[in-house]
């Protein structure tokens, strides 16, 4: 791989610990209820598989994949839908997991789209957010860390479609900050 992440963000021992503390709390909060946890791919991919397995209660799984814009390291504004549920979310109660909620267009328009299908509740759960960028209002439940606008590679997110694989989460060094 060329060498154009920098400095880890989130370390990997910080992530193992924090998301043990959001499968325990997500475990009490759902205890009882007709679970389904949905990823949002392809993002979220690596968070999910682990925020999955450190939840312990029966659930469903599945998964939706968005695109907004492939190439650019900021969201065009315009967010599709590539592939749809499996499950029927007819009175269920969803939780919606999110690699990072940066203005929050993404999450606001999964929660409006997935609410057509008559859940009994849908929340949001982001392993980050960027709280300072926020243009959208959307109520995100669970957040596992908030950061700095700063663009972040790694542990499933990418820069045009590279770095999902990197193990932890580090700074974008290219071209600076986002703005
Ligand atoms: P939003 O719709 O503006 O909240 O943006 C959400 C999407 O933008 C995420 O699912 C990511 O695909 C992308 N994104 C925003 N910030 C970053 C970042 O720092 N690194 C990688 N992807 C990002
Ligand atoms: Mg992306």
Redesign the pocket.
């Known amino acids: 791989m060329e060498r154009i992440f920098g400095r880890p963000i989130v370390t990997q021992e910080e992530m193992r610990a924090r998301i043990r503390e959001l499968g325990k709390q997500i475990t009490t909060d759902y205890t009882g209820k007709d679970f389904v946890l949905v990823g ?1 791919l392809k ?1 979220a991919y690596a968070f999910y598989a682990d925020l999955a397995r450190a939840i312990r209660i029966p659930m469903r799984v599945d998964f939706l994949m968005v695109t ?1 814009d492939g190439s650019r ?1 900021k ?1 065009s504004g315009k ?1 599709k839908m590539v592939t749809e549920l499996t499950e029927d979310i007819k009175d269920k109660d969803v939780l919606l997991v ?10 606001q328009y999964l929660v409006k789209t997935l609410a057509k299908k008559k859940p009994r509740s849908i929340k949001v759960c982001t392993l980050l957010s ?1 709280p300072d ?1 926020r243009t959208n209002n959307v109520t995100i439940d669970y957040v596992g860390f908030k950061i700095p606008n ?4 790694g542990y499933g ?3 045009q479609q590279k770095y999902r694989n990197l193990p932890y989460l580090a700074v974008l060094d290219i071209e600076g900050d ?1 703005e």
């Open positions: 949002v993002g907004s390291a969201t967010v999110e690699d990072i909620v940066d203005s929050g267009l993404t999450a960027k960028r700063k663009y972040v590679v997110l990418d820069y986002q």
